[in-house]
């Protein structure tokens, strides 16, 4: 079994950054494909940042991509969602997922899931 915990989320005005991260316990981090989606409020929850077992190749929403950075670091098993000049609109439920094989978009797809943590962002 996997755990997955989040921190790092908070009230940021507009144009400034936030660091998420993720903390993975029960199984080899190594192996696992990473991903972030969030949910803001009265929506489903949506594609943010997906990255590969080793770091090697990462994927971005559109609407993050140039902003928002993913990385790893398998020594210390945590993930990273580096989210800069931030929007109202990045407002949500942040969610750390994991799963076994290649990342996807499709939240469906994996396999094990964070509590979440919010972001607000005042404008």
């Known amino acids: 079994q996997v755990q997955l915990v989040e921190a790092g989320g908070g009230l940021v005005q507009a144009g400034n950054s936030l660091r998420l991260s993720c903390a993975v316990s029960?199984?080899?981090?190594?192996?696992?494909?990473m991903g972030w989606f969030r949910q803001p409020p009265g929506k489903e929850r949506e594609f943010v940042a997906a990255?590969?077992?080793?770091?090697?190749?990462?994927d971005y929403a559109g609407s993050v991509k140039g902003r928002f950075t993913i990385s790893r670091d398998n020594a210390k098993m945590l993930v990273y969602l580096q989210m800069n000049s931030l929007k109202p609109e990045d407002t949500a439920v942040y969610y750390c997922?994991?799963?076994?094989?290649?990342?996807?978009?499709?939240?469906?797809?994996?396999?094990?899931w964070g509590q979440g943590t919010q972001v607000t962002v005042s404008s």
């Open positions: 029960g199984r080899s981090f190594g192996s696992l494909f």
């Open positions: 990255i590969s077992w080793n770091g090697g190749t990462t």
């Open positions: 997922a994991a799963r076994n094989v290649f990342s996807t978009r499709t939240a469906a797809d994996y396999d094990y």
